[in-house]
């Protein structure tokens, strides 16, 4: 396992190293983007739960397009979440003031390859894309009594990749400041989640 992150944070390194130092005169050879993108890795059952997490996740990429209709996506991102459950008790009414905060962080590489559909100076450039993503997770669980907080605990960081495909468009891509949409279907590879549940996000972003 150690030897599957050191290539892929190779592979990713290279590829940003590729996008700096490689780009020629074109303009739109290369873009920079910042995203935010909400919700993220939101389960099909999300629906289902009572105490609905609060997501926060922000994406810096490099976009480096060296052919009409083949670009290549990476970059660095963050995502956390927080969910509350009550104490439960069976013999009394729950307190309102006693409840656990679970916080998950991750840290992730996206690999992505895009194949863009229009050619067209000027026109929304849409595109299908495919992506591996390297994620480091870990999470925070909290547990208070009267609003105060009376335990903390933090797991080991663990090796969180996933796969997906979506398709994307960029806005306004001639201007100063395009617009990046993007829509994904995602799946992690981890044995414990893999077959539990599909996962869904949207990305808004600004490009440069």
């Not at 309102?96 to 840290?107: A, R, T």
């Not at 590489?109 to 229009?118: A, D, K, L, S, T």
């Not at 000027?122 to 009376?150: C, M």
Request: with cysteine; net charge neutral.
């Amino acid at each position: 396992m150690k030897r599957v992150k050191t290539l892929w944070l190779l592979a990713s390194i290279l590829l940003l190293s590729t996008s700096l130092f490689g780009q020629d005169t074109k303009s739109d050879v290369l873009y920079y983007s910042l995203s935010y993108i909400t919700p993220y890795l939101i389960s099909s059952d999300f629906l289902d739960c009572e105490f609905a997490p609060i997501y926060l996740n922000i994406e810096a990429n490099i976009h480096y397009k060296p052919f009409d209709r083949i670009s290549f996506t990476s970059g660095l991102g963050y995502s956390t979440s927080s969910e509350i459950m009550r104490f439960i008790n069976w013999e009394a009414p729950p307190e309102p003031g006693n409840y656990f905060k679970l916080s998950d962080s991750n840290f992730r590489i996206p690999i992505q390859f895009n194949y863009h559909f229009n050619m067209i100076p000027g026109k929304d450039d849409w595109y299908l894309k495919a992506v591996y993503t390297n994620g480091i997770l870990y999470t925070t669980s909290r547990s208070f009594e009267n609003d105060e907080l009376i335990r903390k605990r933090k797991s080991n960081n663990y090796y969180n990749p996933s796969i997906g495909l979506g398709i994307g468009s960029i806005l306004l891509k001639d201007k100063p400041v395009g617009i990046l949409l993007e829509g994904t279907i995602e799946k992690t590879l981890r044995w414990e989640t893999f077959k539990e549940a599909t996962y869904y996000s949207m990305k808004i972003g600004i490009l440069l």
